[in-house]
């Protein structure tokens, strides 16, 4: 119920519709959110009555919601609260979803699939909420086609990434560029909404270096895409380790 788009169409819906949200009312909501490293808790609410408390391995209020969701799947189909409870609690996340790459030398390392302006918010939020540390935001567009209809939208999603690092755009074969479309204007977009420390580095290498020698202690490094970004995240982490390993002698 937080997505407009979702509630423009619920009226011509002609079946029963089952409603979750946290900023709207709805049938599935969550009250006392708490976002943690690495995990969140939540109190369950349907219609109005308290469910119980859900214990989440995975960070964000985006998933929280997803959380919800689930809940509500469960519920209809007859599995008790106890049960989900119990289980949710076992799920620590999917491949290339906010996915620990390496954790060294105070340097953490995150990938994530993120590559629509919408999972991009949620994902920066997400390592916002639940860390407190400057986030280094990596981001390889995918597909000029993708990057055509969105170009506006990623101009807006990068709000809160202390910095942002834009990559070529990723575009196998047959796909061919559009004029207009670029990496280099996305950055001119992020700007223009108000966030300055924004850069275009459209080679994979070259993110690679400029980051080993830019992260410090404290940082968070998120690469995001639904290309072959995640590399530089696993090459980055093995570079980290390598250096403290060294350094270790």
């Known amino acids: 119920m937080d997505d407009e788009n979702v509630r423009s ?55 929280v919601a997803n959380a919800l969701a689930t809940l509500a799947v469960c519920q209809e189909v007859g599995l008790p609260f106890s049960d989900v409870q119990k289980h949710i609690v076992g799920f620590h996340g999917a491949k290339r979803r906010f996915q620990l790459i390496g954790d060294v030398g105070g340097v953490m390392v995150i990938d ?22 400057p986030v280094i935001a990596v981001f390889q567009p995918h597909r000029y086609t993708r990057t055509h209809f969105l170009m506006e939208e990623f101009g807006k999603a990068f709000g809160e990434a202390d910095e942002v690092i834009i990559a070529g755009i990723y575009s196998p074969p047959p796909e061919k560029p559009i004029p ?70």
């Open 9 to 63: 169409i619920i009226p011509a819906v002609q079946r029963r519709v089952i409603t979750y949200g946290l900023d709207r009312e709805a049938g599935f909501t969550a009250r006392n959110i708490r976002l943690e490293e690495r995990g969140s808790e939540f109190e369950a609410v349907y219609h109005g009555k308290p469910l119980g408390v859900l214990k989440l391995q995975v960070p964000g209020r985006h998933n």
């Open 112 to 133: 994530d699939y993120a590559h629509h302006p919408t999972e991009i918010r949620a994902t920066i939020k997400a390592a916002k909420d639940g860390w407190k540390r």
């Open 180 to 249: 207009g479309v670029s990496a280099e204007r996305i950055v001119e977009l992020i700007q223009a909404n108000g966030a300055q420390n924004v850069r275009l580095i459209a080679e994979k290498g070259d993110i690679l270096e400029y980051l080993a020698r830019r992260v410090q202690p404290g940082d968070m490094v998120l690469t995001m895409g639904a290309g072959d970004i995640w590399q530089v995240a696993k090459a980055l982490a093995e570079r980290l380790h390598d250096s403290e390993t060294a350094n270790a002698r």
